[in-house]
């Protein structure tokens, strides 16, 4: 895989992705479950009862002969009785719910913004473990290619030391300078073996799973080119753009109380039919049911609410200028981000330059060395050092070449370049 292709693996298959499509989906669930407030509602209900007990009523008593002014109780109605129908209502008008199916698709707009976010977060991670891993294996390499020289070395003078020609402290010295590279290459193995597992974890790769990257260590040049091309823009980062549909919300949340105060309709409907009986024949279709039908209108106008929306509306106006003030200061971070990322490449691509030189001056010593030791007018001891220096300074330079890949991605991010 190159670069791009990790890239987008990683965006395929990490789980953290997988949710954040998911949220995506909640979000659109969210917003048909209140369209679904605004259809038509239709209900029914049905219910069977028997008294155990019927309710006594008291009615005055002269109507049965009794004292004037006395009463007497009287059971009325029957022992079962059951009643069916169905309703149905409508909502005409009502500001708070027009708003908020408008917050709603704001919401998710803002979900689908929070997993791009996420998604450039992802590659970022990606693209920085993929180049450490490109510049551990070829630190490897260079480090591999370095043990065999020495390793040759180490024979033929092993050779001239059993032939009398050198000391043993010569043989020694390099064979105490091998040791020290071999201890470097299985350092530098075992680095290998973490960061590509650690490519694999943030590319949601199966551990087991083989990966063989293609891609060519950038050099100084096309760091270059990357400063070079550099301009900002707010508008480009995703930062940015949240917070431009947290502000939307907040609008459209000062707009909801506001509405508050607005009436709403709702029209509505209803037809029932009761039975009552003395046995248990409510099914029975010889006896009649007594429907009832009712059709009208509700009208909702809030007059004083002890100054509840008033506060809410204040409180609204203040989160909005929270957000306002929150967009000035991501401005002004998104500026020294983009700064401080100029500047730090700059400084890395330098720094490697720089390193680059060492490195080849410390390869020019050990050849030079290597010349005045098979000679004879060159020391073990000369030998071993430029040998000892070379490995510093490709340790130096492999550390420099990291550092200004690193910079690199992070200046792309602060340009907004990763985009999904």
Sequence with gaps: MNVEQAVAFAIENHPDIKNAELEIAIAQAKINELVAIGLPQLNFSADLNKFVEIPTSFVPAE???????????????????????????????????????????IY???????????????????????????????????????????????????????????????????DLNYNLFETAINSTSRMLTDGTNLLKF???????????????????????????????????????????????????????????QWPSVVAFGSYSANASRNEFNIFDGGYRWYPT????ASVKMPIFGGFKNRYQVNQAKLRLQMVENGSEKLEQGIELEYRNAVSNLNKNIEDLKIQQKNRDLAREIVRISKLKYDKGVGSSLELVDAESSLRESETNYFSALLATAVAKVELEKAMGKYKF
């Design 63 to 105: 109507f049965f002969g009794g004292e004037p002014g006395s009463y007497a109780p009287v059971k009325f109605g029957q022992p079962w009785s059951s009643s069916a129908g169905v309703s149905a209502s409508q909502l005409l008008f009502d500001g708070s719910y027009l708003i908020g199916i408008k917050a709603t698709k």
């Design 108 to 174: 998710a707009e803002l979900s689908k913004k929070t997993a791009e976010q996420l998604k450039i977060e992802m590659a970022v991670n990606v693209t920085k473990s993929y180049y450490m891993v490109l510049v551990i294996k070829e630190k490897l390499k260079q480090l591999n290619g370095d043990l065999a020289r020495l390793d040759k070395l180490r024979k033929d003078t092993k050779v001239l030391y059993e032939k009398g020609f050198v000391e043993k402290v010569d043989l020694d010295r390099l």
């Design 202 to 260: 943030q590319m949601g790769m199966d551990m087991a799973s083989q990966i063989e990257l293609t891609e060519s260590i950038p050099d100084a040049k096309s760091f270059e080119s990357v400063v070079e091309a550099t301009a900002v823009d707010y508008r480009n980062r995703i930062e940015y753009s949240i917070l431009e549909t947290q502000y939307t919300l907040s609008e459209l949340d000062l707009k909801r109380y506001k509405s508050q």
């Design 293 to 296: 039908a009712i059709v009208g």
